[in-house]
Structure formats: C-alpha cells, structure tokens
C-alpha cells in the first residue's frame, strides 16, 4: 500500500499551494491533517446525536430522537422523489450519510471558531472548506451512480453511451468527467466564499455588521448541502433508469 502511495505521490498533479497545510507525513504520502482533524470532529458529532437518538428510543419521540426521526423523514422523502418509489430504499442511507455530513461541516465553519485554535502550521476549517474534501464527496458520488448503474443493468448500462446514436460518445464521456467537477468546485466555492466574506467584515465591522452575513451563511451552508444530495440522488435515479424501461413506461 505504501508503494502505491508513493508512486502516486510521485506525479503531483499541480505544483501551486495556496497557503499552508498542517501535514501528517505518511511515509513519502503527504495528508492534510487540518482536514482529518475537523473531520472526525463532525463524524464524531454525527455518531453521538445517532447514539443519543437511539439509546431509549420512544414511542412518543421528543427531544435528539425527534430531530433526528425528522431529518431521516426528510432524507427519505428526498431520496424517493429524486430515485423514485421502487429503487430509493437502498439509496437512504448513503443519501442521508452525504448531506448530514456536508451540511454538519458547513454549519460548522460558520457557528465553531477554528481559526482560535492554534496548529503548527495551517489553521483549522470546515472540512468542506478544502477541496480535497469536496472532490473525494464527488468522486463517491461517481462510483455510487456507477455501481448502481451497473448492477441493474449490467453491461448494458454501457448502451447509454452510445444512444441514440454513437456519435454522441464523446459527449456522453465528458458528461461524466464534468458531473463529479461541478458537484466539488459548487459545493467548495460556496463555503470558501462564505468564510472570507465573514472574516473580511469581523476584521473590518467586528461587531453587528457580520450578524446578518453570517444568518444568510448558515442558510447558504444548508442550501449546498441539500443541493449536493439532491444532485447525487438525481445522478443514481439516472443511472438507474434505462431507454427501455422510459418507453415501457410512455
């Protein structure tokens, strides 16, 4: 594994850094530790609101179990009215796993003052704030649609390609290179954004100015994550759904 790494790092693919990194050294593979640190500080506020919710769970939910029982209901809806009644169980949890941990992330830059906590080098942010992070989100949401593509279909899930007419194959392939492109510069551009305009108005207004920038930030923060899931569940319900199935039901 480490020799894969290596090779890997071997072939950077841009020289430019924009500003600095708190790195972890893994053998020659270098890993942003700022990333991974905030990181699991969401995973881990994630896994105790599910354990909190479930620990004496309720006929009558009040409390973590209601807000939780609530977002589920609210993942499931969005799940079948992008997938579609027959196909979006399966799809609820890795739906429900993107958007409740990219809209935990982004709440989490705009609410927790990371910058107030010193690294060696670099400084903390929402994870959804480094493209890394955003990029890995799309490319999952890649394999997921492929996977499920694939697993319906077999290979003809590979005939979308060449439909109606094999001239549309190039296009058909840059689609797909230019899905997972859109989903991570979409989500990483709006919460950068987001972040220096807040702390380009701290530094200059320090006082009640900022207060209404960042209420349309937490709004903004929760919009991108119910746009990123949202898309995610359209691409699986595309990948999904064949020709011939679209004209059995027509």
Known sequence: MFSVLNAFNSF????????????????????????????????????????AATRNIQKVPSGIQNLMEYALEFIRDLAKNQIGEKEYRPWVPFIGTLFLF?????????????????????ELAAPTNDIN?????????SL???YAGFRKRGLGYFKKYIEPTPILLPIAILEDFTKPLSLSFRLFGNILADELVVG???LLVPLFIPLP??????????????????????????????????????
Do not use: D
């Not at 994550?225 to 995610?232: K, M």
């Open 102 to 122: 990219i809209f935990v992330s982004n709440w989490s830059g705009a609410l927790i003052p990371w910058k107030l906590l010193r690294l060696p080098e670099g």
């Open 213 to 250: 920038v960042m209420a349309l930030g937490l709004f903004t923060s929760a919009i991108q994550a119910l746009v990123f899931a949202t898309l995610a569940a359209a691409y699986i319900h595309e990948a999904l759904e064949g020709h011939g199935e679209e004209h059995e039901e027509h």
């Open 144 to 146: 997921a649609y492929f």
């Open 12 to 51: 950077p693919l841009a020289s430019l850094e924009v500003g600095h990194h708190f790195y972890w050294q893994l053998g020659n593979f270098k890993l942003h530790g700022q990333v991974f640190l905030t990181s699991w500080f969401v995973i881990g506020i994630l896994v105790i609101a599910s354990l």
């Open 133 to 141: 992070t955003t990029v890995a989100l799309a490319l999952l949401t």
């Open 200 to 202: 380009v108005l701290v």
